[in-house]
């Protein structure tokens, strides 16, 4: 019996799977920092890079993902209720980089590496200010908007490593429905030359 699933499974598996892969790379790096870093003033974070991915294969679904960033982080570090809403409210600057997606178009992005280093950057730099700015809002001085940047500074390169990485591999860096769109098609075809 060959049993398809349908786009909407597809795309609710894919973004758990991805929510499974930022949870757990999380864990890891924060642990693994605490456990052998202890008292460095440098991060390093995979939730841009998962956020930047999630959000070239599905759009604003990668919300979801830029929240639960915040929540992995603040919920493993011990965080207060204050660093939560700093850290979820200012990960969702990450989707302003929705506007470069508009603009540029992703296969134009996926293709070009510069566009790739450059969107992925992107992503990071706007997850970390966005923290600054939410942390202003409520009542930091306008120093932590640079104390983000240069506390995650690690997270830039990691984050352009892994993007880039990803838009090497067939079908990772994509949009979805562009991508099953054109498997099937090639599945259509194949079969037409075999039949």
């Given at each position: 019996m060959d049993r398809q699933i349908s786009y909407g499974q597809y795309r609710f598996i894919d973004n758990l799977l991805f929510g499974i892969i930022l949870v757990v790379s999380e864990a890891v790096i924060i642990?693994?920092?605490?456990?052998?870093?202890?008292?460095?003033?440098?991060?390093?974070?995979?939730?841009?890079?998962?956020?930047?991915?999630?959000?070239?294969?599905?759009?604003?679904?990668?919300?979801?993902h830029a929240a639960l960033a915040?929540?992995?982080?603040?919920?493993?570090?011990?965080?207060?209720?204050?660093?939560?809403?700093?850290?979820?409210?200012?990960?969702e600057f990450a989707l302003i980089a929705m506007l470069l997606i508009k603009t540029l178009g992703k296969d134009r992005i996926r293709g070009n590496v510069l566009l790739v280093i450059g969107y992925a950057l992107t992503v990071q730099l706007l997850m970390q200010t966005g923290r600054g700015i939410v942390a202003v809002i409520?009542?930091?001085g306008i120093g932590a908007i640079l104390n983000f940047i240069t506390m995650d500074a690690l997270s830039e390169l990691f984050t352009i490593l892994i993007v880039f990485t990803a838009s090497r591999l067939d079908g990772i860096f994509e949009d979805q429905r562009s991508y099953l769109l054109g498997l099937?098609?090639?599945?259509?075809?194949?079969e037409n030359e075999n039949g």
């Open positions: 642990s693994a920092s605490g456990k052998w870093f202890p008292g460095q003033l440098y991060t390093v974070s995979a939730s841009a890079a998962v956020v930047a991915i999630v959000m070239m294969r599905w759009g604003t679904w990668s919300a979801v915040g929540i992995v982080y603040v919920g493993i570090q011990g965080g207060t209720s204050e660093q939560l809403v700093i850290y979820i409210i200012g990960n409520m009542g930091a099937q098609k090639q599945n259509q075809n194949g």
